[in-house]
Nanobody
Framework: VQLQASGGGLAQAGGSLRLSCAASGRTFRIYGMGWFRQAPGKEREFVSAIDWSDDYTYYVDSVKGRFTVSRDTAKNTMYLQMNSLKPEDTAVYYC????????????????WGQGTLVTVSS
């Protein structure tokens, strides 16, 4: 599975951005797709994920109520709508695919995109 993330950029605090992640290749193997982020000097962390079959979603507490993950199975694309952005949301955002049912676990993700930078200014 190959992944192409896009949509990052610069936003002001309180603003919005929408990330996209398009999957190609052996997409029939997708069980779930997730978003992760890595800020400078910090470890990569789970942000959100979506079950590819039943649309069930998962979020880290810090983004609940502000971020919304969704998917378009016909386009093999996942989205992350990010509203009410905060400076602490600044990071490189990665999308990834898991063929495991443990969708909220970073360790279960096998295929990774190249990352897209999100910068939120105060």
């Amino acid at each position: 599975v190959q992944l192409q993330a896009s949509g990052g950029g610069l936003a002001q605090a309180g603003g919005s951005l929408r990330l996209s992640c398009a999957a190609s290749g052996r997409t029939f193997r997708i069980y779930g797709m997730g978003w992760f982020r890595q800020a400078p000097g910090k470890e990569r962390e789970f942000v959100s994920a979506i079950d590819w079959s039943d649309d069930y979603t998962y979020y880290v507490d810090s983004v609940k109520g502000r971020f919304t993950v969704s998917r378009d199975t016909a386009k093999n694309t996942m989205y992350l709508q990010m509203n009410s952005l905060k400076p602490e949301d600044t990071a490189v955002y990665y999308c990834a695919v898991t063929t495991s049912s443990f969708i909220a676990s970073l360790d279960e993700y096998t295929y990774w995109g190249q990352g897209t930078l999100v910068t939120v200014s105060s």
